[in-house]
């Protein structure tokens, strides 16, 4: 649909009702009272029900969202990574471009890996990002069939 809703998991009742917005959403994440839907190429941030902002940077449209600490990352059919910071409109605080051949398709936080992420691919293919500095940790050559999601989870 066009909107989101917030309910209350304890009860099953309705909170909010996100704003109309312009296209299909097609991915989302929450940090406390703030709500990121990424429709087409923008991620639209809402505070409770009400519309904050827009971030835009992305070509392609936006596959997953990922919510890791302040920030959310995106990662979109553009093989494009970003970083943004909650609050924070002009524009991402880092941007990763994939290599050719690496076409992204998931993206998890391994909770020991301090500001690293893995991001699978359609290729079969897993890489490692350290999102702070915008580098590539490590190459998994994978096992020759599309990564669709990937979950954490403790050693």
Not at 18 to 45: C, E, M, W
Not at 80 to 88: A, D, P
Request: hydrophobic share 40%; proline share 4%; with cysteine.
């Amino acid at each position: 649909g066009r909107a989101w809703q917030l309910y209350n998991a304890q009860k099953l009742t309705l909170l909010f009702v996100g704003p109309q917005l312009g296209g299909r959403v097609r991915a989302l994440a929450a940090k406390n009272d703030y709500t990121f839907a990424a429709v087409g190429s923008s991620i639209h941030v809402a505070r409770r029900a009400k519309e904050e902002g827009v971030w835009r940077g992305h070509s392609g449209n936006i596959i997953q969202l990922l919510q890791l600490g302040t920030q959310i990352l995106s990662i979109a059919a553009d093989n494009r990574l970003m970083v943004w910071e909650t609050g924070v409109y002009e524009g991402p605080v880092c941007e990763i471009e994939m290599e050719a051949g690496f076409t992204p398709t998931s993206i998890v936080h391994p909770p020991t890996y301090l500001n690293k992420v893995v991001v699978g691919s359609e290729e079969g293919q897993l890489q490692i990002w350290n999102v702070s500095s915008g580098s590539l940790v490590h190459t998994f050559k994978g096992w020759g069939c599309s990564i669709r999601c990937m979950k954490e989870t403790p050693a």
